[in-house]
């Protein structure tokens, strides 16, 4: 059989290169995307072929319907089908609500919740001609919760779970199922501008004492993926070391 075949939006760091990583260590070819880190995807792309993986990486801006259009173009013409879409790509900008302007609103939107709906758009075709399909996307918790200075962040996060759970009803009698991850504060670059005490602070209220990495998001996205996974519809984990549930 044909090895299956994973799109995973903004893969060149953090998150995303995480789970490009583990889904090419589970036997996928995987197709890399950046925005502007062109050596960072570089570099994944490298790291999968020393393990013996498979990939491509291809540069798109998915916050555009062209730009995700070039993406899922881009991996059905290197290996004619999609299994696995990760809608990881997404950029935050914290700022108080009544200082969001109209551009950065609706950068944060587009980012975060206009490319998951332009890349499975494109995925979904290819998908529902197989009857099998995998959309992943990368929610927050602060989605499920709402946080102070992310608003526009939030709403997109929020937006992505009635998207999920739509495509689920939309499209599970077709073999496709979604789901949502919900990741509390990972280390990445995103939450690089923290300092030593806000960390601290951070990890005093998560139930495990300590952030995220990449990989413990990685890993569920790789199980949400797998065959063990097959009658999960619709449904959203969070991935925040208990930080939500205290
Ligand atoms: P990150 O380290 O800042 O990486 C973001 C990735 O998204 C980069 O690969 C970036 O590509 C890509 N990207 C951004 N805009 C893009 C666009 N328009 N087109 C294509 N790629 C784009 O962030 P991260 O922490 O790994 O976050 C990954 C996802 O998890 C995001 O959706 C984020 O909202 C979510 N999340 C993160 C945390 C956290 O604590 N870190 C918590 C909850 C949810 P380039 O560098 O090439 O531009």
Redesign the pocket.
């Known amino acids: 059989m044909k090895a299956r075949v994973a799109v995973i ?9 995480a789970i490009a990583i583990e889904l090419a260590r589970e036997g996928y070819q995987v197709v890399v ?5 062109k050596q ?2 570089e570099e994944v792309l490298n790291q999968i072929q020393a393990e013996g993986g498979t990939g491509i990486i291809v540069g ?4 555009s319907s062209a ?1 995700a259009q070039q993406l899922i173009d881009a991996a059905t013409n290197s290996f004619g089908q999609i299994d696995v879409l990760v809608n ?5 900008k914290d700022q108080l609500m009544l200082k969001i302007g109209d551009k950065e609103w609706q950068q944060i939107i587009d ?2 919740l206009g ?1 998951a709906f332009y890349c499975s758009r494109g995925a979904l075709k290819n998908m529902v001609r197989k009857r099998y399909g995998r959309i992943i996307s ?5 989605g499920l919760e709402g946080n102070a200075g992310q608003a526009h962040y939030a709403a997109a ?1 929020s937006g992505l779970l009635g998207f999920t759970c739509s495509l689920a009803k939309e499209y599970g009698r077709r073999g496709i199922t979604a789901n949502l991850v ?5 280390q ?4 690089a501008a923290l300092n030593e005490v806000q960390r601290a602070h951070i990890a005093e209220g998560i139930a495990l004492g300590r952030l995220g990495t ?1 990989d413990d998001v990685a890993g569920v996205v790789a199980f949400l993926a797998s065959p063990r996974a097959d009658y999960i519809n619709g449904a959203v984990i969070r991935v925040d070391g208990g930080l939500s549930s205290m």
């Open positions: 939006s903004g893969s060149s760091r953090g998150i995303g290169k995307n950046y925005h502007k880190a960072g995807a798109a801006d998915v916050s730009g990881n790509a997404g950029i935050n980012s975060n490319s990368i929610s927050s918790i602060v996060k919900a990741p509390g504060y990972i990445t670059d995103m939450t990449p």
